[in-house]
């Protein structure tokens, strides 16, 4: 059953760290997630997001050994574990993407030839830090939707950066120059009790914001 139901969504979600460990997703389902997931904003519309799927007993084992001892009650409970990773190449496809745009008819010729000249040489010409940030920030953007959405599905989530980030991308066979890892996720339902929640305090909104003069 999916909880359309916005505030809840928004307002309840909570990391938890104990999971239902009889719950499985579907990989269908988590392609709907995705699908419904990508269409986060992301700078220039290059969309350099990746993202890593460990389902299976085996495959969650395997990542674990890169997490941190603290997370071992959500990594032994969860149903799956979804890291996370920015593509800081994916300026490379820039060119790509917008002929689609074009091609599609969803911009004119002209628009076509100012976004090329306009934006995609300060990806070209820029530095690997420079695009590392650009595509770790929408990573974060996709990563927040992702426990959105799985929330929608009726999921429960929990955002992780406690683990060794140099074994990440090998250990899923990937480039770790292009490859950078933003978090993991990992996603259940959850089993949590009054002992077992973690209850948080926000500061006031007041705080954290202010008018401009």
């Known amino acids: 059953m999916r909880n359309n139901d916005f505030n809840d969504v928004v307002q309840n979600r909570h990391s938890v760290r104990h999971f239902d460990k009889s719950v499985k997703i579907p990989r269908s389902e988590f392609k709907e ?6 269409t986060a904003p992301s700078g220039c519309n290059l969309q350099g997001w990746h993202f890593e799927v460990a389902d299976t007993p085996e495959t969650i084992a ?9 997370n071992d009650p959500q990594m032994d409970s969860c149903a799956a574990v979804v890291q996370v990773f920015a593509d800081v190449y994916a300026y490379k496809k820039y060119r790509e993407n917008w002929s689609k745009e074009y091609e599609t008819g969803n911009i004119t010729k002209e628009k076509l030839d100012e976004v090329l000249r306009t934006f995609l ?5 820029g530095t690997y830090y420079s695009c590392a940030i650009d595509s770790i920030r929408s990573c974060s953007l996709a990563a927040m939707q992702f426990m959105l959405v799985a929330r929608n599905h009726g ?10 980030e140099s074994k990440i991308a090998r250990t899923f066979n990937l480039e770790p120059k292009r490859y950078l890892p933003v978090m993991a996720i990992v996603i259940g339902k959850s089993n949590e009790t009054e002992e077992t929640m973690a209850k948080t305090t926000r500061y006031p909104a007041e705080t954290v914001y202010h008018f401009a003069e």
């Open 33 to 38: 997630m995705f699908e419904e997931t990508v």
């Open 62 to 70: 395997k990542v674990k050994k890169y997490m941190l001892r603290f």
């Open 121 to 125: 040489p300060s990806y070209e010409n």
């Open 155 to 164: 999921y429960d989530t929990n955002p992780i950066a406690g683990y060794d």
